[in-house]
């Protein structure tokens, strides 16, 4: 079993927590669902995130889905970026939420070497509502 699929079990297990953070509270209401760590993978250390392309998009960042242990095989997901106006981020310095979406991939994770965990605050992020002056 090679590194990452070891790292990848932890964030499996992590995003499993978070996903079940607050369900059954009586007294405490969580407003949202946490259910995502969202990530990027590098296949060395000095490398351009891994990039996927889906329907005529492409984005570096991912969801888990599912891990084949023995395999080191992942399910992830797309996650699309956007900017402030909710249109699709097309730098990183843009990116303020990602977005989830249903497109899949298969990747062996012992072709990576290092992921890039973000903040699961960015899934689902609510745009700033912007009022026109009139």
């Not at 969202?38 to 490398?47: A, G, I, K, T, V």
């Not at 900017?83 to 990576?112: E, M, R, W």
Request: some cysteine.
């Amino acid at each position: 079993m090679c590194r990452l699929c070891e790292e990848m079990q932890e964030l499996w297990k992590e995003q499993q927590l978070l996903a079940e953070f607050g369900k059954g509270l009586r007294f405490i209401h969580v407003a949202d669902s946490i259910d995502t760590i969202p990530f990027m993978l590098h296949s060395s250390m000095q490398s351009a995130p891994f990039t996927a392309i889906s329907n005529g998009s492409s984005s570096p960042y991912f969801r888990l889905e599912k891990i084949e242990k023995e395999s080191c095989i992942a399910q992830l997901s797309l996650l699309q970026p956007v900017d402030l106006k909710g249109h699709p981020a097309l730098t990183d310095q843009d990116l303020y939420a990602l977005k989830k979406t249903s497109h899949c991939i298969l990747v062996n994770l012992c072709g990576f070497s290092t992921i890039s965990p973000l903040s699961h605050e960015l899934v689902g992020r609510p745009l700033p509502i912007i009022e026109s002056k009139k």
